[in-house]
């Protein structure tokens, strides 16, 4: 009895996939228009139309987030320097050896 309810709701999504994947192609297809390619002036265009939707930051966020990266790429090479220097100090410990 439970096999033919999980059946039905199984070929009820089954369905109901089948009908948003049509109308999902049909959409596409309508957006299309019956064109194949817009062309390089119609992407120009769109480039163009979306460098206008852009925020642009403004001088004094463009130098703050300037310092920061630069601020940060510091920090992290010292800190890796430390930790690889570290790291030749302890198996020359454990290893005796040395590097000319």
Known sequence: ?????????????????????????????????????????????????????????TREELTTDTIVVIGCVVFFAVAFWLIDTGFLAALKGILGITLS
């Open 1 to 57: 009895m439970a096999n033919n309810k999980t059946n039905g709701s199984d070929k009820a999504k089954a369905d109901l996939a089948k009908q948003a994947a049509q109308a999902s192609a049909k959409k596409q297809s309508q957006n299309q228009g019956g064109k194949k390619k817009g062309g390089l002036i119609a992407y120009l265009r769109g480039v163009r139309q979306e460098f206008r939707k852009v925020v642009w930051p």
